[in-house]
């Protein structure tokens, strides 16, 4: 009898240990966000009805040979119907951009009152849902007028006109807006665009492998870059002065972060990753915190960065209350400065970083492989070097082949043991304040048109109606959010460990 009770204490402590690592959404501050993202282009369609004039990206994706986002999934039209879809599935917050083109249709003077009508109606929408809008003010979609008036991001001529689009959208929607981004992946938006031209507006160097009509990678970028941040803190500033004593919101900048770690122990890759990190997360980080570029930047690129005055300097730093980060995946960083992972481009910002990075996922092929240490990394990172900042992680998703199942469980085990990683990252003190799905629904993809789909709900593009379908994941999601899923980070260890155990040279 003795022997049965030690053997009942004994079975209760070994569930509550394998349990005690187990989590669900109360896990987590109550006042934590769990949403999930689209953006304007990407999600709205509708490009060429009520007043919207073409943007970059339009002008971009029709001169590929990807498909484009005319119509995609038509939310413009849908987003009622959508709103209900995030409902259902207890979404606390929607993460979309506003296509300034549709609300500024000449970049700048009039607004376009059936632009703005569809956005107040979309914010009322979500607000009448109990959900929380994250607007984020540009998402690679420049009004095409403005980058053939003055070449767009690389003049500082966009200051002025991303502070006026700004001011429109803190006075016309701030009263119910309470969380503002600026600028989408900042970094990654300044090297894809302007380095490796793969992004709207599509601009680099003559090299074997892309074809762009006009560019400089190995200028150009930190150009962007510049202007992005200033552009950025003129916005903050005006929010500040204007209107956030009335409307009490937040506004930040968003970065893309890979994940970064040294392949191997040896010092050279340990310094090689410091330099990655300088450059990829301190590029933008240390000015919007400390006010100026990583000194590993500015030693590199000497006169092709630009210098902040000191007045510019003050205005950035410390322009974002929160810092966006958008996250995907992870390198294994190697001091290798003559290899490059894009042999095609002789310049630009991955051969100025001088290191290889090699995919972090189980096989090297794959690296959309959960590696949610990663993203752990990275929070940790920040909380250190830039005083523990309050942050979003903004996208977060795995893209899969879009007509493959609707049964998407590595998405699941994907985004699941991403959140455990924010969790793990927030019990050892970062401030990171939620969390977005990337992407609420399949859309129109920045990289891969209709081929690869990161949504929750599967969109039939080639019915005009334009059907919504439930994932997996989009039940999944629904289930975590209400608490009635648990977590068991059993599994995310077991993913961590079986990822970061083996390298893949
Ligand atoms: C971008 C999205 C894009 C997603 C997936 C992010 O970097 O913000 O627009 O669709 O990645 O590629």
């Known amino acids: 009898m003795k022997h049965l009770s030690l053997f009942f204490i004994f079975l209760v402590i070994l569930l509550a240990t ?31 009805e009520d007043g919207r004039t073409p943007s970059v990206w339009d002008t971009f994706s029709h001169s590929y040979n990807r498909g484009n986002g005319d119509i995609t999934s038509d939310g413009y039209h849908k987003y009622k119907e959508d709103v209900k879809l995030m409902a259902e599935m207890g979404l606390e917050s929607f993460r979309f951009s506003i296509s300034w083109s549709r609300l500024i249709p000449n970049g700048r003077g009039l607004v376009n009152p059936k632009g703005l009508l569809f956005y107040k109606n979309l914010i009322k929408e979500l607000k009448t849902h109990g959900i929380k809008p994250h607007v984020t003010l540009y998402h690679y979609d420049l009004p095409q007028c403005l980058e053939d008036e003055y070449g767009g991001w690389i003049n500082r001529k ?39 031209g793969i992004s709207p507006p599509g601009h680099c160097s003559p090299n074997k492998f892309i074809n762009c009509t006009t ?24 929010y500040k002065l204007k209107y956030k004593s009335k409307q009490r919101g937040s506004l930040g900048l968003s970065i893309f972060a890979f994940g970064l770690s040294p392949y191997t122990n040896s ?75 894009f042999p095609s481009m002789s310049e630009g910002f991955i051969k100025d970083m001088g290191v290889y990075m090699i995919s972090a996922g189980n096989s090297s092929f794959d690296v959309w492989e959960a590696t949610p240490w990663g993203l752990e990394g990275i929070l940790e990172y920040i909380k250190q070097s830039y005083n523990n900042p309050p942050i ?53 993809e920045l990289l891969t048109g209709y081929t690869t789909s990161f949504g929750m709900y599967y969109v039939n593009f080639s019915d005009p109606g334009r059907k919504r379908t439930p994932k997996l994941s ?15 980070s059993q599994d995310t260890i077991q993913l961590q460990s079986n990822f970061s155990g083996s390298s893949s040279l």
């Open 267 to 341: 010092k050279d890759d340990e310094i090689a990753t410091q330099r990655a990190k300088a450059f990829f997360y301190g590029w933008m980080l240390k000015p919007l915190v400390f006010g100026d570029y990583p000194d590993e930047m500015k030693k590199t690129l000497g006169s092709r960065l630009p210098v902040f005055s000191k007045e510019e300097s003050e205005q950035v730093k410390g322009s974002s209350d929160f810092i966006g980060i958008i996250h995907y995946i992870t390198f294994y960083v190697t001091n290798q400065p003559s290899r490059s992972i």
């Open 18 to 48: 394998s349990f005690s690592d187990a989590f669900t959404r109360n896990n987590f501050p109550k006042d934590f966000l769990f949403g999930a993202a689209t953006s304007a282009y990407q999600w709205e369609g509708a490009v060429d």
């Open 474 to 488: 989009a039940s999944w999601y629904t289930g975590f959010l209400n608490g009635t899923i648990d977590v068991s």
């Open 392 to 444: 979003y992680i903004l996208e977060n998703g795995k893209p899969m082949e879009r007509v493959s199942t609707l049964q998407d469980t590595q998405r699941i085990e994907f985004i699941q043991a991403y959140i455990g990683a924010v969790l793990n990252a927030i019990k050892n003190g970062s401030d990171t304040r939620g969390y977005f799905v990337w992407s609420m629904i399949d859309l129109y």
């Open 215 to 238: 560019g400089n990678s190995s200028t150009e970028p930190y150009l962007a870059g510049h202007n992005i941040l200033l552009a950025h803190a003129s916005a903050s500033k005006l």
């Open 158 to 196: 966009i200051i002025e006109d991303f502070t006026a689009f700004a001011d429109v959208c803190f006075r016309e929607f701030g009263e119910d807006v309470k969380l503002w981004t600026t600028i989408n992946e900042a970094t990654i938006f300044a090297i894809g665009s302007y380095d490796q």
